[in-house]
């Protein structure tokens, strides 16, 4: 079945700068990758996506890559702010199958 | 608020008693998913409906575990027998076209 690996697991930044949060998947065959946001005592929030016929997309000041190729995807975070403090996820689906595989999720941290 | 909520929000009972947790989907989607979220890691799949329908299963989910959603609107999970190992966040999720799907606030279950 599907793998998806996140790294960092933690991530600490000063106010203005960016992060970057990488996540490799096994299947070949996934097409869809979604990260989402959790914040502390809440369920995860759907903040940006990508499918496998796009190499990237943006979102203000959030924006998704994918390299198909060496099936991994990454998550940029420009000009990062203290509300940005969270664990982030991505996860990878198939088409056809419903669930998504979570990555282990990583911890950032952005100081005033 | 149209987002997907959860009942209750927190639950403590004692290992062999049964629990039922309730999900209500976002109005129009006709997918709803359960998860489960342990300490540290990422949500995993448990099982999928679309409309009454249940069409998934995981491996996770045994034989003390059932899940319902009657007439394709709200759904239930019960778990029967708790045992310690069950303690975790239980999340719902539901989604209007494949795979974009938005989480609820989970359910916290802590068996003593």
């Known amino acids: 079945g599907e793998n998806v690996e996140q790294h960092p697991s933690t991530l600490s930044v000063q106010e203005g700068d960016s992060a970057v949060i990488k996540c490799t998947y096994s299947?070949?065959?996934?097409?869809?990758f979604p990260w989402y946001k959790q914040e502390l005592g809440k369920g995860p929030q759907l903040i940006i996506d990508?499918?496998?016929?796009?190499g990237e997309k943006k979102d203000q000041r959030i924006a998704v890559t994918l390299n198909k190729t060496a099936k991994h995807f990454s998550l940029h975070i420009t000009e990062t702010q203290p509300e940005d403090s969270a664990v982030y996820f991505c996860?990878?689906?198939?088409?056809?199958?419903?669930?998504?595989?979570f990555g282990t999720g990583t911890r950032l941290l952005v100081s005033p | 608020d149209t987002g997907v909520s959860q009942d209750p929000r927190h639950k403590i009972t004692k290992r062999g008693q049964n629990v039922t947790f309730r999900c209500d989907p976002i109005?129009?989607?006709?997918?709803l998913y359960w998860y489960r979220q342990t300490l540290g890691q990422g949500p995993e799949f448990l099982t999928y409906?679309?409309?009454?329908?249940?069409?998934?299963k995981s491996r996770l989910l045994s034989d003390r575990f059932s899940a319902e959603r009657p007439k394709g609107s709200f759904s239930t999970l019960e778990i029967q027998r708790t045992e310690q190992g069950d303690s975790a966040m239980y999340l719902c999720?539901?989604?209007?076209?494949?795979?974009?799907?938005?989480f609820g606030p989970g359910t916290r279950l802590t068996v003593t």
């Open positions: 999720a539901s989604s209007r076209v494949p795979e974009e799907q938005y």
């Open positions: 299947d070949s065959a996934s097409n869809y």
């Open positions: 990508i499918r496998s016929n796009v």
């Open positions: 996860a990878a689906s198939l088409t056809g199958f419903q669930k998504l595989v």
């Open positions: 109005s129009e989607h006709n997918r």
């Open positions: 409906f679309q409309n009454e329908a249940q069409l998934e």
